[in-house]
């Protein structure tokens, strides 16, 4: 008789800056998939549930699969939002679990819990006691809390971001459901932060402190000292009380060993948290190198607004960088995207093929990167926005960004989305007939996500400072909820 496994994903990680509250609605949009909706779309997937599946079937377990839902950050995830999620989630416990195997992220705040991830642990460890392993996959953008540690017996966040690993995760924190259920191992977590607001290199992996402390981490669950190490870089748009890096350690039973690395780590991160590995052009350096490089080059330029990133709950309508790229008259460009469901609505009106006048983007707050911005455009291609995956991101998985457009005004071929999200995948633009290695220019809004698609196909990439929402927040620091004394707001020693 197999172990009975509850498993669920619950994603959102929560600008408490936006002005858009999260509601079901969003998660609707994104990802909300309840019962056997789930295999049917994560089976045979490189995605988190494509492992745990994988492994539900290896070890022979009964899985439970109540709830995946998952979206776009934005805003604070409403109260009612919470309950039904959380609800859906709990209720899978009702006939009693051996072990349950989530998949959570670490960031979400909703309007009663600035923890949210931790207020569903602590329900379902109420509900289950404290014999019964609860293993928890994360984003290391994930801000971890004391009572996420307690409650969970093992948190494991992904090692990579861009994030490329979420399916090994999976398998990891199967593999140990797997033992702790069989009574071989007693997993207990503590956690180790800093009076720090941000850190570790923004979670980049690919060097510095961040990928110092995860090699290390790997290297002690080697050498058995520790079950699990994970380093979270933690998530800066998020005014509660728990912010900032922190790092979680497993072992098997209370062992001050987990404690001991914890520590060491996090003086680490400490004395590196002013190190940075990226700084951001203004618009104008990027439009001139852009303008510069034009008929030069066989691969694109590829530049990120990383103040209007989507994957970081900004609104992904701003509007200076295409402004000025317009201005600029660039050539064989593509922009992805601007968001505006209206402004999509429009272009469908008008028709492909046709030309029209289409007001568009700077509509959620036009004092954070620019207001609408109307043009006269030829409708290239019009789509559901529904297609699969292309790039090591998205694992294979289907997609869904609404009504989308491509527009072309002079040289500049310009996405606009229903469904918000960052530029993470070639296939976003592939999908409405743009091809990104044929352009000189490939103008993006994400952070850092979109280096595991975009940056093997061009010949440069450079990060923008955009004026947006992201901008705002890290020039007027507009915190209330953070512990203090905390690094950069206050002087510490
Ligand atoms: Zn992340």
Redesign the pocket.
């Known amino acids: 008789m197999g172990y009975r496994v509850l498993t669920g994903e619950i994603a959102h990680?929560t600008n408490t800056f936006s002005v858009v509250p999260t509601t079901m609605e969003h998660f609707r949009r994104r990802v909300f998939l309840t019962a056997n909706e789930i295999p049917a779309r994560r089976l045979g997937t490189r995605s988190e549930f494509g492992a745990t599946f994988e492994a539900a079937e290896k070890y022979g377990w009964t899985l439970i699969h109540p709830v995946a839902a998952s979206a776009n950050p934005s805003g604070t995830i409403t109260s009612e939002t919470f309950e039904t999620l959380a609800g859906l989630l709990l209720a899978g416990a009702d006939g009693g679990i051996d072990g349950a195997l989530l998949h959570l992220h670490g960031a979400m705040v909703t309007e009663n819990y600035q923890d949210g991830e931790g207020e569903i642990l602590r329900r379902l460890r109420e509900k289950v006691g404290p014999d019964v392993p609860i293993v928890v996959t994360l984003?290391?953008?994930g801000n971890i809390t004391e009572q996420m540690a307690a409650c969970a017996n093992a948190l494991i966040a992904v090692r990579t971001?861009p994030?490329v690993d979420y399916y090994e995760r999976a398998w990891q924190g199967a593999d140990l459901l797997q033992r702790a259920m069989a009574g071989e191992i007693k997993p207990r977590t503590v956690i180790a932060k800093r009076p720090m607001l941000r850190g570790l290199n923004g979670?980049r992996t690919q060097i510095g402190p961040m990928r110092e402390l995860i090699e290390r981490g790997a290297a002690l669950e080697q050498e058995g000292r520790a079950l699990v190490v994970s380093v979270c870089s933690g998530f800066t748009a998020a005014d509660i009380h728990d912010i900032g890096p922190s790092v979680t350690v497993t072992t098997d039973g209370a062992d001050p060993t987990g404690q001991a690395i914890a520590e060491e780590f996090m003086d680490y991160a400490w004395k590196t948290r002013d190190y940075l590995s990226v700084s951001n052009h203004t618009i104008e350096d990027a439009v001139r190198h852009a303008r510069d490089g034009e008929g030069k080059h066989e691969r694109p330029l590829v530049m990120a607004d990383v103040t209007d990133n989507p994957g970081s709950g900004h609104y992904g309508d701003s509007t200076n960088l295409l402004r000025a790229m317009i201005a600029a008259d660039l050539q064989n460009t593509a922009f992805y995207a601007i968001f505006d469901p209206a402004a999509v609505q429009a272009a469908i009106a008008i028709g492909i093929g046709n030309s029209g006048t289409i007001t568009m983007g700077g509509k959620h707050d036009p004092s954070a990167g620019g207001g609408p911005l109307t043009v006269t455009a030829q409708i290239v291609t019009l789509s559901d926005g529904k297609f699969q995956t292309f790039g090591p991101m998205g694992g294979g998985v289907w997609r869904d960004y609404g009504p989308s457009a491509l527009l072309r005004v002079g040289g500049i071929e310009i996405a606009l989305i229903t469904n918000n999200g960052q530029a993470v995948d070639t296939a976003q633009l592939t999908s409405l007939g743009c091809d990104p290695t044929r352009k000189n220019t490939v103008a993006v809004k994400s952070n850092h996500h979109f280096r595991a698609a975009f940056e093997p196909l061009s010949r440069e990439v450079i990060t923008v400072n955009g004026g947006a929402l992201g901008a705002m927040i890290l020039r007027d620091a507009p915190y209330k909820n953070v512990r203090r004394p905390i690094w950069p707001l206050d002087p510490l020693a």
Do not use: F, I, K, R
């Open positions: 990680e984003d290391l953008h971001y994030h979670g």
